[in-house]
């Protein structure tokens, strides 16, 4: 039976952190807010449970998760490779609904799915998903939503969702502030690319970057499996775990992580 706390109660926040952080670490599944849609994470670097998570949502390997972290330095140690501008936009649009594309730290012990060396992270706005991230360190996230559903922008959509089986926790932040999905950006390339357009627009990114590719347009679709497996996220998903609806191109909710893709 889940256990949820309403986390506008403070002795109720700080206890239902308490209990998330200690499901995650047990391998276990929790739906926390975001500041996109709500996110469905579990522990990154167990295969088991990032299995459950998947198997949770009716989603296969070939989509697996974005991460979500509680620092920069928690993200660039995920990171094997930032390019020419990683920084720059970490810097700039985290904590938000920014998620990054990047080559995944070959040595790290985890399988998020068939991620083709990349991993994709955020760090989302969120202060209940970043308290939690900061006790449990990067989680796989992915939109709380079985796949195909419209991702949940609060714990009663969640909840009437995934159940109270596979969940252990649910942390009520009330609604989400935005139902936009995160802006994923593919920073494997020379010049940074719009996997899907989000929150943050392409002029924005411009106006760090320089030159960005935007987003695919019609006429230029790739199939929908090869722009699931860049983005990491499901093309009717959102974010984080940005999960989120992916127009043309690679959520949260996701894909080789080329390009969850979940915060989400």
């Given at each position: ?163 109270d089986e596979d969940v252990a926790v649910y942390l009520d932040g009330g609604q989400s502030e935005s139902p936009v999905a995160s802006t994923i950006v593919d920073l494997t ?76």
């Amino acid at each position: 039976m889940s256990r949820i706390y309403d986390c506008a109660d403070e002795t109720a926040r700080k206890d239902g952190i308490a209990d998330a952080a200690s499901a995650v670490r047990r391998g276990e599944l929790v739906v926390l807010p975001t500041d996109t849609v709500y996110g469905i994470g579990t522990d990154a670097f167990s295969p088991k449970a990032v299995a459950r998570l998947l198997e949770t949502k009716g989603r296969g390997r070939d989509m697996p998760p974005p991460v979500l972290v509680g620092s920069i330095r928690a993200a660039t140690a995920l990171i094997d490779d930032l390019g020419n501008h990683g920084r720059d936009l970490m810097e700039e649009f985290w904590p938000g609904p920014l998620t990054l594309v990047c080559t995944a730290t070959p040595s790290l012990s985890w399988d998020l799915g068939d991620t083709k060396g990349t991993v994709a992270v955020r760090m989302p706005m969120d202060p209940v998903a970043l308290e939690l991230l900061k006790e449990t360190g990067p989680m796989a996230v992915s939109s709380a939503n079985k796949s195909g559903r419209p991702a949940a922008v609060n714990a009663g959509e969640a909840i009437e969702q995934l159940g109270d089986e596979d969940v252990a926790v649910y942390l009520d932040g009330g609604q989400s502030e935005s139902p936009v999905a995160s802006t994923i950006v593919d920073l494997t390339y020379a010049v940074p690319r719009v996997l899907r357009s989000g929150a943050i627009s392409i002029d924005r990114l411009r106006a760090v970057c320089g030159t960005v590719i935007g987003e695919l347009r019609k006429g230029t679709v790739k199939p929908k499996q090869e722009r699931e497996q860049e983005s990491g996220e499901p093309e009717e998903a959102g974010e984080g775990a940005g999960e989120q609806t992916r127009p043309t191109s690679a959520t949260e909710e996701e894909t080789s992580q080329s390009s969850d893709r979940s915060e989400n």
